[in-house]
């Protein structure tokens, strides 16, 4: 299995990345990354990641001050 440090340090290097599951991984900070990182990114599957809260999904929609306006917008899909 892969560590959620490993993975947060490969998401941060996927700028052209359209699809991307990660059932029962996803924290809130690999969110923040990704709405950071991943701006081709159409299709977010995240179901069964109990670590995510409302923070994260801000994170994604660009709404939490900590994303400074830079968070997607709107996606294709995401699947909780």
């Known amino acids: 299995a892969i560590s959620s ?3 947060l340090e490969c998401i941060g290097h996927l700028a ?4 991307l599951t ?3 991984l996803a924290t809130n ?5 990704i709405a950071e990182t991943c ?3 159409q ?9 995510v809260t409302d ?3 801000l994170y994604l929609s660009g709404g939490a001050a900590d994303v400074k306006g830079k968070g997607r917008q ?3 899909a995401v699947v909780l």
């Open 74 to 76: 709107l996606f294709s």
């Open 39 to 41: 701006t081709k990114l």
């Open 29 to 33: 900070i690999m969110l923040y990354s």
């Open 43 to 51: 299709v977010l599957d995240i179901s069964f990641s109990s670590e």
């Open 55 to 57: 923070l994260g999904l």
């Open 22 to 24: 990660l059932h029962a």
């Open 5 to 7: 440090h490993l993975l």
């Open 16 to 19: 052209n990345l359209a699809r």
